[in-house]
């Protein structure tokens, strides 16, 4: 039974990862129909810039701040370049989001290294034990911290002016524009906004898995794999296809067989996406024909 | 022809077609109209089988044909044009009136790859017969062009000619003039008339009250997913009911 | 109208070039770098026939092409089966397998399409990775010596002249495919799926040959890939192989059969051009896709074509 709790718990802290990385992907997916295979760069973004920042001497809580500040910038470039190209076919944008996935890989390895990196964590790296299994303070932030994330989420779109257009833009872009809606602010805000909360990810979850240059690639794919499951559209949606990821993956890796635990992500999505289309959350739109 | 039995398809709590029963004569041009959100459209999606029919049957000529696949019913001969136009864009005039002959010709996957002679063979023969409907609508002069490049009112032609290549019985026309001005208008009614009318039966739907008037043998009027009235385009016109349903939407007859 | 033999300008130009440039080729390093860009050539013209024809995007070719590899070279050193035979059973495999996930995978859509895909080629990547003892596991595994009848191939003109007339020859088949009528159905799917559903067209059914094309041929590239480099690693089937493979043909263009060779030669070339810039090298590449999305989204086919008709227009 502890067993089982300690599996539960560590699965729930690293779902909670996969969720912010989700709710990244559906910000952007709803507003630009775009999916951002840059995602998970902007974990390992995150992540990186705090560990330098903070060898290069600055307290933690400025680098925390100015990583998050300067993966948002990596987020407006991105929608600058989006908004650059000439043709806005979905192939190509994909591919436009993998060129810059690679480009951010290939930046952090001239800016920072190849080495794996960790960091303290804000909490200390102490653990106490709670219903006869241990649990890190570390785990505690990530939930506590994910939680407030996606409550201020919830009053973002739903009680201020720029989260209703934003929710008004990803429903009708044209409406939304007659409306006098400022499109293209709201698309970079929502860029901004989504590389910002997968920094969060990243400076969160550095602590416990360390980082490197690459650690965005399988990230994002999760994150992306729990956005699909939640129904692709809904912020909300991804940060239960998070949990139930997380979960999933720590429960396989404890009981069956930890050398598959990579795969677990992608039978979940595949899953989904034959059985349930439009996600555990989503529902199906009717064609006209 | 066509039997309709008391068909009803459902999207979420409405019925679109609610208990619809129609019988569609031989060689007729017959029409279906109705005010918008009438069920028309629903309808002729439920008769070619994009919709799957909730309750009701459908027959072809005592053949049930309830919910079979558009693609399959084509082979059945049934085929059908769209209120939104659907043309392959990227493909030539000519190709896209090809495309009608489609489930005549061989299309085996090595025959194909190494230019057999049925392929040949075949992709000459009717070649030449997509000309010859060409030339019905005067389009011979355009085979060549990329079909993206026309006009709205050429594509909707194309469009009706495509269905032709398939040589069917029945051919439902959905919206065939919607946006068009009086002059293509009543080009399409030229070939609905004289093309189409002596080979097949026709369902026509149409907002275009002068066109249905002029074309149709026989007028079935839906009103809220249900059957109002039906007759000759003369009854019609005097029928009260159908009076009254048209005058909110500012038709007049 | 379609000609008897179909033997254009274009695919003499293709064969003419072929044969010329191994002259100017100075050793061994240059034909290893042109036969694994023919090899690369070909999983694009099926993944092209998919993506650019059928509409399809797939982020798996990779996986299909790494897995296919993994089956004739498992025979081949477990089963002691020749690599003629090995490939042909490896081929039956793939395309059964590649028919049967084709039924789920292509009822759906746009993104999600390309991310079931993705799904299935890492899931691939992983077990390749797991079942060390069939696999090798990380390290991958060595491949015994090609042969077609007792005939070994040795040297790289060898393998250089079998991957030409492969190439050749196939890019011949699908250019008489796509002017055939099955091509049109094909470029009709991409043009409206409903009209051609509305001509008889069962859409889903062609969708699946193509997928299974495209596989197949991903299998035979794979695979001799494999014999050719004496070796097999999952890499092969890594979802960046398959990433670099879709790069390859949007940036070649789409929907165009000579893009997607010009692509896989400049994608594979590419990189070892980047090797004198060492840690530069991931950024170069990355900015290069970036700005070819930017600059030309319709690949340099297209832009060549525009080229072309612009001198052409000037010309009257």
């Known amino acids: 039974m502890n067993e089982f709790l300690g599996f539960l718990l560590s699965g729930v802290t690293v779902g909670f990862i996969y969720a912010l990385v989700g709710i990244g992907f559906t910000v952007i997916y709803n507003s630009s129909g775009i999916i951002n295979f840059s995602q998970g760069e902007f974990v390992m973004a995150g992540g990186m810039s705090t560990v330098f920042l903070l060898k290069a001497g600055l307290p933690l ?18 929608y600058k370049l989006i908004s650059f190209s000439k043709e806005s076919s979905q192939i190509s944008l994909i591919i436009l989001t993998l060129g810059f996935a690679i480009f951010l890989r290939g930046l952090a390895e001239v800016v920072f290294d190849k080495e794996l990196h960790t ?17 890190t303070y570390q785990s505690i932030l990530i939930m506590i911290v994910s939680i407030v994330i996606v409550t201020l989420l919830y009053f973002f779109f739903k009680k201020t002016k720029t989260g209703q257009a934003m929710m008004a833009a990803s429903i009708n872009v044209d409406a939304a524009r007659l409306m006098g809606i400022n499109i293209k602010k709201i698309l970079m805000i929502n860029f901004a906004l989504s590389a910002a909360i997968a920094a969060i990810g990243g400076v ?18 999760k994150g992306f794999a729990a956005a699909i499951i939640g129904g692709l559209s809904n912020p909300f949606g991804a940060v239960a296809g998070g949990l139930v990821l997380g979960i999933l993956e720590s429960l396989i890796a404890g009981y069956i067989s930890s050398e598959y635990k990579d795969a677990v992500a992608f039978v979940a999505l595949l899953a989904i996406l034959f059985f349930m289309p439009g996600g555990i959350f989503g529902n199906t739109k009717a064609q006209r024909v | 022809m066509l039997q309709i039995n008391s068909v009803t398809k459902q999207f979420g709590g409405i019925k679109a077609v609610d208990d619809f029963t129609c019988r569609v004569k031989k060689g007729h ?125 050429i594509l909707k032609k194309l469009e009706i000619v495509r269905a032709l290549g398939t040589s069917p019985e029945l051919i439902l026309l959905d919206e065939p003039v919607a946006g068009l001005n009086p002059k293509e208008t009543q080009e399409i009614s030229d070939l609905i008339r004289t093309v189409v009318a002596d080979e097949v039966t026709i369902i026509l739907v149409e907002h275009d009250m002068k066109m249905v008037m002029q074309v149709s043998d026989y007028i079935t009027v839906m009103n809220f997913g249900k059957k109002l009235a039906e007759g000759t385009p003369d009854e019609i016109v005097n029928n009260q009911d159908v009076i009254r349903a048209y005058l909110g939407s500012g038709v007049v007859c | 109208m379609l000609k008897r033999y179909n033997i254009n300008r274009d695919i003499l130009t293709l064969s003419a070039i072929l044969i010329i440039i191994p002259f100017f080729f100075q050793n061994d390093f240059y034909y290893e770098i042109a036969i694994v860009s023919l090899l690369n050539a070909l999983i694009c013209i099926g993944l092209n026939m998919l993506m650019g024809y059928a509409g399809q995007v797939s982020l798996g070719h990779g996986a299909f092409a790494g897995l296919g590899g993994y089956i004739a070279v498992i025979l081949g050193s477990k089963y002691g089966i020749t690599p003629l035979f090995s490939i042909f059973i490896a081929v039956v495999t793939m395309s059964l397998f590649a028919f049967i996930i084709s039924k789920p995978i292509l009822r759906l859509k746009g993104h999600y399409l390309a991310m079931a895909t993705l799904g299935i080629g890492i899931i691939i990547s992983i077990v390749l990775n797991v079942e060390d003892e069939l696999t090798g596991g990380s390290d991958g595994m060595s491949v015994d010596s090609f042969t077609i009848f007792g ?62 094309i495209s596989v197949v041929i991903a299998t035979i590239a794979g695979s001799l890939y494999a014999f050719f480099s004496g070796f097999i690693s999952p890499s092969e089937a890594s979802f960046s192989h398959s990433i670099e493979l879709v790069v390859m043909v949007v940036l070649g263009g789409l929907g165009r059969i000579y893009g997607a060779i010009i692509g896989a030669v400049i994608l594979t070339i590419l990189p070892q051009l980047l090797t004198s810039f060492e840690d530069y090298q991931t950024l170069i590449y990355g900015s290069i896709i970036i700005f070819v999305m930017i600059f030309m989204p319709k690949g340099i086919a297209s832009v060549y074509e525009d080229v072309k008709g612009r001198l052409f227009a000037s010309n009257k």
Request: proline share 2%; aromatic share 10%.
């Open chain 1, 61 to 78: 809580g400025v680098s925390f701040i100015l990583a998050i500040m300067i993966t948002s910038m990596i987020g407006i470039v991105l």
């Open chain 2, 29 to 153: 041009i017959h029409s279906i109209i109705g005010p918008n959100g009438a069920g028309k459209t629903t309808l002729v999606n439920m008769i070619t089988g994009v919709y799957r029919v909730d309750s009701g049957t459908i027959f072809l000529d005592g053949a049930d044909i309830t919910n079979i696949s558009t693609d399959k019913l084509v082979y059945r001969g049934i085929c059908r044009t769209f209120q939104n136009l659907e043309i392959c864009g990227n493909l030539t005039v000519l190709e896209n009136v090809l495309l009608g002959f489609d489930k005549y010709m061989d299309k085996g996957l090595l025959k194909s790859c190494f230019r057999a002679k049925s392929i040949l063979d075949d992709e000459k023969r009717y070649t030449d017969r997509a000309k010859h409907l060409l030339g019905l609508i005067g389009l011979e002069d355009l085979a060549d062009k990329k079909a993206e490049n026309l006009s709205y009112g």
């Open chain 1, 119 to 135: 960091m303290p964590s804000f909490v200390g790296d102490s653990s106490f034990d709670m219903f006869g299994t241990t649990l």
């Open chain 3, 151 to 212: 005939y070994e191939f040795v040297d790289s003109l060898q393998w250089y002249m079998l991957c030409s007339f492969l190439l050749v020859f196939t890019i011949w088949m699908f250019s008489n495919l796509i002017d055939s009528p099955f091509g049109r159905v094909l470029r009709s799917i991409e043009g409206s799926e409903k009209a051609a559903n509305s001509v008889g067209i069962n859409v889903s059914h062609y969708k699946s040959i193509v997928f299974v």
């Open chain 1, 204 to 221: 969160l979850l550095t602590p416990i898995t360390s980082t490197n240059y690459e650690v965005g690639i399988m990230l994002g794919l």
